[in-house]
């Protein structure tokens, strides 16, 4: 494994009280770099004829890399390290959601208006006729992101409480992205049938659900019980989110090396949630040739080990990774860090398109395989391509609040995919640059259309 960039996910902030002397701020950017850090910003925020005090910022690769960087900078002779602190740490401080009220409440008039007495009148409206709650309070623009902390990230089953800082930066995304209020709901079990009735009695007050991070093969029921028995859009992220994207980046990464997605060969590492979902979009896109792999190699018909939903994709074929992925056109890893090496990629089809998607760490260092491969993105934000959910979640659920859809099929998750790939003009697309930044404004308005078109055009759309 090549040494992982610094990055802002483990930065520190660190003031400084130094000489006022020529070449200090060097012994300090040179202190730094011999470690590997990578310095962010520098701010002298008050100096005088002897003293300077300084606030540099710098990104490391780890929390163990931080403390090392800190180590150093206090060895420097007369530097002084009057505090520091982790950047990522501070952010969460006190959380980094809240609910704020729409309306003033100045006046004696309004509170009469938006509680008690006036307020009775609109819940008669409601009981009245039930579809007003959509036009006379939150729900027409709110989602509850559930998770029961199974399955947090790439790190395991934490807990509830755990899994809160990641279904909070989810509501930021809903918020930023979509302009949709979302809020965290993690469930302090891991019981598929609590889950599955905790979510029902909650679900009069969201236009939708949002599963997330919850363990497969358990995430699979969760999310049929609840499609079949609600009358809102369910979408488990980890599944849907992560297939749209790398669909979308499947598209244009054919269109460089002149594929086709009938005729190429695809293995996928990684049979949990994001894998079979990957598979089942590729397969109603048109791709024929998809051999998935667990942590026991190749989803064979051999096998006696294998779920349903593993067993849908089980093929003729035995072995391992490496066998898998001889002469294969496309790989995805949705696994564990390092389980490719460059001889594998090497033994790919010609123009191989590699998807390493493995968070932090991807299935292999892009670096290691620079020159072997047409085409290669991970979920990383520090490398080009990055595969990131961002790019579908918002607009999916935008477009099909909107619209009042019931349902999220695979069909409006496709048409989500085409529209994120038709964001690439053909004159920028390149090796670099299959899909649309996450930041770029036109995604979600782009997805929320094609799901409201495919929705209408399914028949599940109330408007």
Do not use: W
């Not at 309004?110 to 009775?120: C, F, N, R």
């Not at 998935?292 to 074929?317: H, W, Y």
């Amino acid at each position: 494994m090549v040494n992982l960039n610094p990055t802002s996910s483990f930065s520190i902030s660190m003031h400084l009280e130094v000489p006022n002397r020529s070449g200090m701020l060097a012994s300090i950017a040179q202190g730094i770099a011999s470690v590997g850090g990578n310095i962010s910003t520098l701010d002298i925020t008050e100096q005088t004829r002897v003293l300077s005090r300084i606030d540099v910022t710098v990104d490391a690769t780890s929390t163990e890399h931080g403390d090392q960087i800190v180590e150093v900078v206090k060895s420097i002779p007369e530097v002084r390290l009057t505090s520091t602190f982790d950047r990522t740490m501070q952010l969460h401080r006190g959380g980094k959601i809240r609910m704020e009220s729409k309306i003033p409440l100045t006046r004696q008039s309004d509170l009469a208006m938006a509680y008690t007495p006036g307020v009775g009148r609109v819940c008669m409206a409601i009981a009245q006729e039930p579809e007003r709650v959509y036009e006379l309070t939150i729900k027409c623009n709110t989602v509850a992101i559930v998770s029961d902390g199974s399955a947090v990230l790439g790190l395991g089953n934490l807990g509830a409480a755990a899994s809160m800082p990641v279904m909070e930066g989810k509501a930021m995304l809903f918020k930023e992205f979509a302009g949709l209020d979302a809020f965290p709901i993690c469930l302090d079990t891991q019981d598929t049938e609590e889950i599955i009735k905790t979510v029902k009695h909650l679900a009069p007050v969201f236009g939708g659900i949002n599963l997330e991070d919850i363990a497969a093969p358990r995430c699979f029921e969760i999310e049929a019980r609840l499609r079949a028995e609600l009358d809102i859009p369910v979408f488990h992220d980890d599944q849907h989110g992560t297939a749209i994207v790398t669909l979308a980046a499947l598209l244009n990464s054919l269109k460089l090396v002149k594929k086709s997605l009938d005729t190429v060969k695809i293995t996928i590492n990684g049979a949990g949630a994001a894998g079979i979902a990957i598979a089942k979009l590729f397969m109603t896109a048109g791709v024929k040739h998809i051999c998935i792999c667990d942590s026991k190699g190749i989803l064979s018909t051999d096998r006696t080990d294998l779920n349903p939903e593993k067993q849908e994709f089980a093929v003729a074929q035995t072995g391992t990774l490496a066998d898998a992925m001889v002469g294969a056109d496309v790989f995805l890893g949705v696994s564990a860090p390092g389980v490719v090496t460059p001889e594998m990629v090497k033994s790919m089809a010609k123009d191989a398109i590699v998807f390493a998607m493995a968070n932090p760490i991807p299935e292999i260092q892009p670096e290691l395989i620079t020159n072997d491969v047409a085409v290669m993105a991970t979920g990383r934000s520090d490398y080009p391509n990055q595969i990131n959910n961002v790019l579908a979640f918002p607009g999916v659920f935008r477009g099909a609040i909107d619209c009042r859809a019931n349902q999220i099929t695979i069909n409006m998750c496709l048409e989500a995919a085409k529209a994120i790939a038709s964001l690439i003009n053909p004159n920028e697309l390149n090796r670099e640059y299959i899909v649309p930044s996450v930041f770029d404004k036109r995604v979600a308005t782009a997805v929320a259309s094609a799901v409201q078109k495919a929705a209408r055009e399914e028949g599940i759309a109330k408007y």
